[in-house]
Structures are given as structure tokens and as C-alpha cells.
């Protein structure tokens, strides 16, 4: 059995104070949003509990889905990547940007200057190429990382995954497809919408035409900072589409923090996946486990 553990939207804190001249663009609604209303959401005693508690499932692998930044500061790139340093080696943990992460354009690629090596696939990434979609394969199933990260305007946390990647995505879907691993595609906007038209993924129909056409085993997602479920149906089968809660939010919240693991076992066409949540209950401060199912059972994966 192959296990994976995935969490979502940290937003770090302590926000580094920003320069005057920082302020002068989308940064400064960011910054009076995370001052007023935010800041007081996403604790960092929460987040070191949530990640204590992870770290100690001894899971296989990570999968981390952005937002790891506030108001894409500059200097909020390299404490982030200690965070990522507390979760493990680039060997054992995989990470995609989220929109904070590309708040503006100005910093839009430190995330790929800070943060690489947990977001290139395996063996070299030839100099100009582009960072997604990478692959990674670990035991029986490959993580393909996408990015929906892009700097957008003012009130907009929109997301678009573009048509190279979409295409590149269909391809590399049949072909780990063909390899017969257990395919797990990672964005931070949900293909499946958000009900908000300001949070969306605006290309969402390009991913879900390549899940469609190609099929994949499970989708992770964060950025809605809630347990959501849902499920396409690909070539393949079921297609079920998972996405987690903040992992920095406390237990006074409506969501509060929480991570997912996947145990996956079987082999290709009888693959079966359980999901484990675990984190805070409202206003319950034990993490523990606080759901358990069968997302994928052999007999239906089969079928
Ligand atoms: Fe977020
Ligand atoms: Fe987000």
C-alpha cells in the first residue's frame, strides 16, 4: 500500500512588513484583507500542530497544492521555503504554486526562483523548459503538477491553466496511463468550479476535456479552504476530484484545518483508494481523524 498525504494553503505567517512601494499595486486590498480579516484565521501554532501531526503518519509522499504566500511579497519566499524544508526532502514532497503565490507580476516566478526543486519532475528539467506540467513517479503512482498560478487584477483570484499545459496534460495522461500507474493530477483552483466567477478556474473546461479524454486516478486541489468532492468521468472510470481545507485555519472556524491521506493499493484497472481527513473538529482542538471512506473500490474501478 502506497500512502499519500495531502494539505493545501498554509498562507504563512508572520506577514513581513511590507515596503511603501509594495503597496502600490493589488498588494495593498491584499494586505488590508490579511490585517482586518485574515490575519486572525490562519494561526501558526495551528499550522505546526497540523504538520507535527502529518509528519508523523510516515507517509510515502506529500502532495502540497499552494498558497503558500499572503501578498506575494518578495520577502515572504524564503521563509516558505523553510516550511517546506519542515516537511520534507524535494524527493518526498511535491509542490504546485497557488494564486497568492503569483499575487503579482512583479513577483509571479519567485515561487519557481525559491521553491524548484519540489516542483520539477524527476531526472533534469532541460534549461528554457517550461515547469509544468512535471512528472514524478513514486512507487505505483505518478504525481503530475500543474499550475493555475497566475497574477491577476484587482478583486480576482482566478486561476487558468492555458492550452500548452492542457495539451501537454492529455499526452502525459495516456501515456502513465499505459504504464499502468495510479495517476494523480495536482492544481490549486478546483476543475469543478467554485461558485464564486472572482475564484474560478477560467479554462476549468481544458482540464476536465483532458481528464475526459485521458482519464487519471484522483485530482487534488486546495484554494476553496474546505473538504469538497466531486467526480468526472474519464476514459478510465470515475474520476474522483478531492480538495482539502487550509491546514493553517483553527478550530474556532467553520472549516477548520485538516489534511487528507490516500491510501492506495492494487494494480491497474482494480486500484482501490481510501481517503482518511484528518484535523480540528468546530471548535474541537484534537487532531484526529474526522472521516473515513473508499473513494475508488477495485470492483468499480474495474468496471
Ligand atoms: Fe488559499
Ligand atoms: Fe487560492
Sequence with gaps: MFTLAHLSDPHLGPLPRPKFRELFSKRIMGFTNWTVRRRGRHDMACLAAITKDLLAQHTDHIACTGDLAVIGLDAEFMPARSFMETLGT?????????????????????????????MTGD?????????????????PIALVGLSSAVPTGFHSAEGRLGKTQSRALTEILDGLGKEG??????????????????????D????KRALLRSGAELVLHG??????????????????IV?????SIGPSDRHPGAYNL???????????????????????????ERNRCMLVEPAKAAA
Excluded at 128 to 138: A, H, K, L, N, Q
Aim: aromatic letters at 10%.
Design 204 to 207: 476549468a473546461r481544458r482540464i
Design 223 to 240: 484554494h476553496n479552504h474546505k473538504h469538497e468532492r466531486a467526480t468526472l468521468l474519464g476514459r478510465d472510470g470515475p474520476v474522483p
Design 123 to 139: 531526472g533534469e528539467r532541460p534549461k528554457d523548459d517550461p515547469f509544468f506540467p512535471y512528472i514524478r513517479r513514486r512507487g
Design 243 to 247: 480538495g482539502v481545507p487550509s491546514a
Design 90 to 118: 524535494p524527493e518526498h514532497v511535491s509542490l504546485i504554486p497557488g494564486n497568492h503565490d503569483a499575487y503579482v507580476r512583479s513577483t509571479a516566478q519567485h515561487s519557481q526562483l525559491h521553491w524548484a526543486e519540489w
Design 181 to 202: 500507474l495510479f495517476r494523480v493530477v495536482m492544481i490549486h483552483h478546483p476543475p469543478t468550479g467554485t461558485g464564486d466567477v472572482f475564484r474560478r478556474l477560467t
Design 262 to 288: 490516500y491510501n492506495i493499493d492494487g494494480e491497474p484497472g482494480r486500484w482501490s483508494c481510501e481517503l482518511v481527513s484528518r484535523g480540528f473538529g468546530f471548535g474541537d482542538r484534537e487532531i484526529k
